[in-house]
Every structure is written in structure tokens, then in C-alpha cells.
Nanobody
């Protein structure tokens, strides 16, 4: 079992950047596909991007492609979500997740962090 803790959220102006971190403990992240999701008030949790388990390749939702980047630091057992050119529509609680399969839906993941709030002002 793996435990996940997100950090790095905050308030930023449109066009700004944040780096979100997801620190894992209990097991190494190299054994998991790692995903990032977000949930805005009154909306369903939506896929942001993910890194595959084996080769660590990444894929993203169309809404963030070209602006967000996922990368792993295996030495720190941490996954990052670099967010650039943020927009007010990016405002949400951001969650990281770990799973053996990975994918674009929440049910593809078994373990979740508590989330970190990102607020983008216009």
C-alpha cells in the first residue's frame, strides 16, 4: 500500500505557474502508474494527466496539453505536476493517485492523496 500527500497549491494570477508535488511513502512510485485529477466545486472529478508505470511516458487531457507537465523523481519518491499559463478555469482541488493500471478515469486508481487547492484569479 502507498500513501500520497500533495502540496504546492495556492493562489496565483492568470498566466502564472505552480508546481504541485505528490510525495509517496510505503512503496516506491516506480511500481505504480501515477495520475493527476482535479475537482472544481459542483463538478465531477476530472482527469488532468498521468504517467505510466513502466516507462513513465505521459499523457494529458486536451484542456491542459501544452501547459501542464508530469514528471517523476524516483530518488525522492515524488511525482510533480508543473502547471504553466494557468487560467481561472484551472481552479480546483488537485489530487494525485496511484494505481497498477493507470488510465483516464478515477476508477483506474487505487490510492489517493488528500488534495491541494489551486485558485487562479483573473
Amino acid at each position: 500500500q502507498v500513501q500520497l500527500v500533495e502540496s504546492g497549491g495556492g493562489l496565483v494570477q492568470a498566466g502564472g505557474s505552480l508546481r504541485l508535488s505528490c510525495a509517496a511513502s510505503g512503496r516506491t512510485i516506480s511500481t505504480y502508474a501515477m495520475g493527476w485529477f482535479r475537482q472544481a466545486p459542483g463538478k465531477e472529478r476530472e482527469f488532468v494527466g498521468a504517467s505510466t508505470r513502466s516507462v513513465g511516458s505521459t499523457y494529458y487531457a486536451d484542456s491542459v496539453k501544452g501547459r501542464f507537465t508530469i514528471y517523476r523523481d524516483n530518488a525522492k519518491n515524488t511525482v510533480y505536476l508543473q502547471t504553466n499559463n494557468l487560467k481561472p478555469d484551472d481552479t480546483a482541488v488537485y489530487y494525485c493517485a496511484a494505481g497498477t493500471r493507470g488510465g483516464r478515469t478515477p476508477r483506474d486508481y487505487d490510492y489517493w492523496g488528500q488534495g491541494t487547492q489551486v485558485t487562479v484569479s483573473s
